[in-house]
Structure formats: C-alpha cells, structure tokens
Nanobody
C-alpha cells in the first residue's frame, strides 16, 4: 500500500506562479513513476506531467510545456511541480499519481495510487 499526499495549492494571479508538492509513503520501492494530473468539474482527469524517480526522465502535456517543471527529490519519494506563467485554464484540482513507469504514462489507468488532490485557482 502506498499513501500519496499533495500540498501547495492555492490562489495565483494570471501570469503568477505556484509550487505543488507530492509525497508518497509506504511500499514505494516498485513505483518509479510519479505524475501530476488535473481535473475540472464534469471533465476527465487529464495528464499534466510525469517523472521517472529512477533516472529523472520527464514528459509533459503540450498545454504546460515551457511553463511547468516537474522535479524529484532523489533521497525520498517526493516530487514537485513548479507552475509558472499560470493561465486561467490551469485552474483545476491537481492530483498526484504513483505507479510503475510505462509508455502509457499519460493514461490515468496506468497509476495505482492517488492523492486526494489540491485546488489551484487562477484569477484573471
């Protein structure tokens, strides 16, 4: 069992920045993928970014490339999402997901464990 906890959401202005954190605990040894997804009401949860905890490989959704950066703590199962130049369309509940790294890293079904989510609000 793996527990996942996000933190760092809040309110930012358009063009502003926020930093999210995600910490996994429990039996994380085989879970080398940690990802961020986001969801707005009545929409599917969408992929934002993923990082491979072993080698630091990252992938991003096109909508956030160049603005968001996902990094990892190499000493513990924790990742971060630095969100810059925020846009109103970035407003959502952001979820951290943990699982094995595969070519389906953008698919929510590829992840076994999820956090409760943290709200990000962007004012225009």
């Amino acid at each position: 069992q793996v527990d996942v906890a996000e933190s760092g959401g809040g309110l930012a202005q358009t063009g502003g920045s926020l930093r999210l954190s995600c910490a996994a605990s429990g039996r994380t040894e085989s879970s080398d993928a940690m990802a961020w997804f986001r969801q707005i009401p009545r929409m599917d949860r969408e992929f934002v970014a993923v990082i491979n905890r072993r080698d630091g490989t990252t992938y991003y959704a096109d909508s956030v490339k160049g603005r968001f950066t996902v990094t990892r703590d190499t000493t513990k199962p924790t990742i971060y999402l630095a969100m810059n130049n925020l846009k109103p369309e970035d407003a959502a509940v952001y979820y951290c997901a943990v699982g094995r790294f595969t070519n389906l890293y953008y698919f929510r079904g590829a992840y076994d464990y999820w956090g409760q989510g943290t709200q990000v609000t962007v004012s225009s």
